[in-house]
């Protein structure tokens, strides 16, 4: 019975983890693009608003026409205190304004000199996001500019909810699959030693991390496509925070993105690419990727002549992760050392940082071990399975001060041509 509910357990858990994941990623990019929208709606309404203060000027329908047309809006009219239209682009009809197209508090508000953004105010079935900028003139509020931003501006949300409804149908299936999973160990543990049995369990592990990296994809793919729709459509005519938001979002989604890589180099699930690599050449293209990405002054020492075998891409990885650990400890300078032992070649990476505290070294290289807020620990993990991969080991020396890492590596030997 206890082996039946096992499966069930893992699966609820495994949905409430994975549904709780994507609504947290949900919520966060609704937040943002809110932020957005309101940031653009305001800058806009400022724009216009301080335009229409402006000694002298003379607004018409063809100037508001210009405004709504230039900031994509779906519409746009100006008020008057006794909440009469008297401009809107097609004409100044001076007439009392719909009740039921605006925000009859935020008007107040705007009179009394408080412009405001209303996202999700509707009208009907549609949503709109509207913006209330008071205009002054002789130092008094005597009007109301109103921007409608319509279905234009609500339709990026839409997306974003569909994305999280992907999101949960990913989760369930993932639960699904942990069901599963988790119902294939309960089978292997009557049938197997224990031994056997955690042997399994480690290899279901690390084939469900694949699974799980490779799912994730899916929904990060369609917040990015979003996102960078957004940016096309509004290219040249969003503010500068408007583009900031923009560029966190898609920062953070290939934050994730570089997270569920090291899912996959955990399972071992991507091949490695093999090739002939000059060890200082590899060093040198490691440094000048680090220092580009940490700022920290790096200096690059290696014997001629020193080869590998191995992918290029997932070695420099390598000394990117731990020079980014160095910096973050608090680090400014780094030295990649290299040199022949036998048959192996040894590569070096010290820092002259506060060094490893002792109470974290003995799981340094577990999934997850991290003395930072806002790690995830999978770094170290990650790095040590790609120098096995290659053949090699990555372990952390007892020197100090600072810490300093060995990587060793089978050494390759090149005949010269000649």
Not at 327 to 349: N, S, Y
Request: net charge neutral; proline share 4%.
């Amino acid at each position: 019975m206890r082996r039946a509910l096992l499966p069930l357990l893992l699966a609820v858990l495994g949905l409430a983890g994975a549904g709780i994941a994507t609504w947290s990623l949900h919520r966060a990019a609704t937040a943002t693009l809110q932020r957005a929208t309101e940031e653009r709606l305001r800058g806009a309404g400022t724009t216009a608003a301080r335009t229409l203060e402006q000694p002298g000027f003379q607004p018409d329908a063809g100037w508001l026409r210009a405004v709504v047309e230039a900031n994509g809006l779906e519409g746009a009219f100006l008020l008057d205190p006794r909440l009469h239209v008297v401009l809107e682009p097609s004409g100044s009809p001076d007439a009392p304004v719909d009740l039921l197209r605006i925000d009859v508090g935020r008007v107040r508000r705007a009179l009394a000199g408080e412009p405001s953004v209303s996202i999700g105010w509707a009208i009907g079935d549609a949503r709109v996001a509207a913006a209330y900028l008071p205009v002054r003139r002789s130092g008094m509020v005597d009007r109301v500019l109103v921007l409608e931003g319509g279905e234009a501006y609500a339709a990026r949300q839409a997306d974003l909810d569909r994305a999280l409804h992907l999101g949960w149908l990913l989760s369930a299936c993932a639960a699904v699959l942990t069901a599963l999973v988790a119902a294939g160990w309960a089978a292997a543990e009557k049938r197997q030693s224990a031994l056997a049995t955690r042997a399994a369990r480690g290899a279901a592990v690390a084939q469900l991390a694949a699974t799980v990296a490779h799912e994730v994809r899916n929904p990060l793919t369609v917040i990015s496509g979003t996102v960078e729709l957004m940016q096309e459509r509004g290219r040249g005519r969003l503010a500068e925070r408007d583009v900031g938001a923009l560029e966190d979002i898609l920062g953070e989604v290939e934050r994730l993105e570089t997270l569920t890589h090291d899912f996959l180099d955990l399972s071992s699930d991507r091949p490695l690419d093999g090739h002939d690599l000059e060890v200082t050449s590899l060093l040198d293209d490691a440094a000048r990727a680090a220092r580009a990405a940490t700022g920290l002054n790096i200096e690059v020492s290696a014997g001629p002549g020193l080869h590998v075998q191995g992918d290029g891409g997932r070695l420099r990885q390598v000394f990117l992760n731990l020079v980014t650990n160095a910096a973050r400890a608090g680090a400014h300078r780094v030295q990649f050392q290299a040199a022949a032992d036998g048959a192996r070649i040894r590569l070096d990476v010290a820092d002259d940082g506060p060094g490893i505290p002792e109470a974290i070294r003995r799981r340094l290289f577990e999934p997850f071990a991290t003395t930072r807020e806002d790690g995830n620990g999978l770094g170290l993990a990650v790095s040590r399975r790609i120098v096995e991969r290659h053949g090699g080991s990555l372990a952390l020396l007892a020197t100090g001060p600072g810490a300093t890492f060995r990587i060793e590596l089978p050494r390759v030997q090149v005949r010269e041509e000649g």
